[in-house]
């Protein structure tokens, strides 16, 4: 027999709940603040940007929260996703270890947000909504929210990062086929984005801004939501069937992971695949070594601050005890538009402050040698946000190596890069370059913390 490659599960078997990490915190989570009283949000403080049913979720502490039906129905034009053995690349790197992928790229926007993306329109739809804004670093959130509103009839109105606007035409012109609307950010089409604009005509713009351009439409009208992609509570347990399916497979293989890895920009791909493994692990189970991986560029968990913060720059949102670099923070035009965002998701933030996750930094350069390495052996060329976790995989496979440890490393491939091939050319003709910011840039931008 030859060995297996994928672990593919049957439709029937698309988990039928999502996993919520809340109800097994060591400790709980600091609560969110009204940014004018700093008293913890209310649920009445959210209505005017999410859903009720989003609300609850996102402040729920139950363990485990049912995947409606159309939700799943939706999920199955995808759903199971394979477990890859990377067979080919072990024998490249001639490491021992045993290498898993969770291959999110199969969706039909191409990453893992859509596991998100269909929830959400999901119980927008179902309470009412009209339209929904929301912003994109990379293109490929607002690309998942663009065919969500499709499956279920809503308006979408998307903000783009303008340098990912210039670099990415392909993915505005996919947003557009769904039916979404989408405008470069920061805009003059909304308070917050001419604020920046008077500052900062050529402004590149940042996730930060184009939150506050999206939030800022959303709570004008009545028929309007807003939706997020990554970050909050409720996007961390959508993305969590994605690490349920996995416990599944790795169990078909009659395996376990020693560590999992994922590329951390706000911390949902990470979070999806890390948590449910975390969870058993907190409950008692195996332990697990998590690794979240982040860009030398936008050093959130790895030299940012845990503290209260905004979630985004114009200052429309409440606050959030995470990681930050600072609302302020505008980091350099590098290639992984998706992990270019100042703060972290609060539960990724407290369980490493907590000890349960290790944060490591990688510059661009290494990532794009590593996503070629792994394009070669395994036939796929990961979403350069993903060559950040294909990085970390590969030096620990080669750690393996070196130590002649077997190790099952599982991480995240969490989308492909086929609409990322500018990035690619740019690299492989010596374009690119690591670009760090200053400890002086990076002090200015925490200087702007508010008190709490
Ligand atoms: C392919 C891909 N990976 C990772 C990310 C980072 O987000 P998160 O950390 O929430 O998974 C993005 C965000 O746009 C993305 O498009």
């Keep these: 027999m030859p060995e297996t490659v994928k672990t593919v599960l049957a ?5 039928r709940h999502w996993y919520n990490i809340n109800a097994d915190l060591p400790e709980p989570l600091a609560p969110v603040l009204n940014p004018q009283t700093h ?27 049912g995947i409606p039906g159309p939700v799943r129905d939706a999920y199955r034009q995808w759903r199971p996703t394979p477990l890859y053995r990377a067979r080919r690349l072990e024998h490249a790197l001639q490491t021992p270890a045993r290498i898993y992928y969770k291959y ?36 490929q959130w607002g690309s998942s929210l663009a065919l969500a509103g499709a499956m279920f009839e ?80 409720h996007v961390l347990l959508h993305q969590t069937v994605a690490g349920l399916e996995a416990q599944v497979q790795l169990e078909m293989v009659d395996d376990y992971p020693d560590m999992v890895i994922g590329c951390t920009g706000g911390g949902s791909n990470f979070a999806g695949l890390a948590f449910p493994f975390l969870g058993e692990q907190l409950r008692g ?29 114009g200052h429309l949102t409440p606050l959030t005890k995470m990681h930050t670099l600072g609302s302020g923070f505008v980091p350099p035009g590098f290639h992984a538009g998706g992990l270019r965002y100042h703060g972290m998701a609060p539960q990724v933030s407290h369980l490493t ?30 979403a350069p946000e993903a060559n950040h976790a294909v990085k970390a995989t590969i030096d620990e496979a080669i750690r ?18 086929h609409f990322d091939m500018q990035a690619y050319t740019d690299y492989l003709a010596g374009r690119l370059s690591d670009e760090h910011t200053s400890d002086a840039e990076q002090a200015m931008a925490l200087s702007g913390l508010p008190q709490v």
């Design 400 to 417: 393996c190596r070196e130590a002649g440890e077997s190790k099952a490393l599982l991480f995240n491939l969490c989308g492909h890069g």
């Design 154 to 233: 809503l308006e979408i109105a998307v903000y783009m990062v303008r340098v990912s606007y210039e670099q990415k035409p392909y993915r505005r012109a996919f947003m557009e086929s769904f039916g979404a609307h989408c405008i470069a950010s920061p805009s003059d089409t909304t308070a917050a984005g001419r604020a920046v604009l008077a500052e900062h005509p050529d402004s590149t713009g940042s996730l930060g801004i184009a939150i506050s351009e999206a939030v800022e439409l959303a709570a004008e009208r009545e028929d309007t939501k807003y939706a997020l992609g990554s970050v909050l509570n």
């Design 353 to 382: 402050a907590l000890g349960y996750i290790r944060p490591r930094a990688y510059g661009q350069l290494e990532c794009f040698a590593a996503g070629l390495e792994f394009a070669r052996a395994e036939g796929i060329i990961p």
């Design 285 to 313: 189970g195996r332990k697990v070594d998590f690794v979240a991986v982040e860009p030398a560029a936008c050093p959130t968990l790895t030299r940012g601050r845990f503290a209260y913060d905004w979630g985004d720059t």
């Design 104 to 139: 999110e790229g199969v969706s039909p926007a191409g990453s893992h947000k859509p596991n998100t993306a269909i929830p959400q329109a999901f119980y927008n739809h179902a309470e009412g909504v009209r339209r929904i804004t929301t912003e994109t670093g990379a293109g």
């Design 39 to 65: 008293e913890p949000v209310t649920p009445d403080d959210l209505a005017p940007i999410f859903p009720r049913a989003v609300i609850e979720q996102e402040m729920s502490t139950e363990r485990e929260i």
């Design 11 to 15: 439709e029937s078997q698309l988990p």
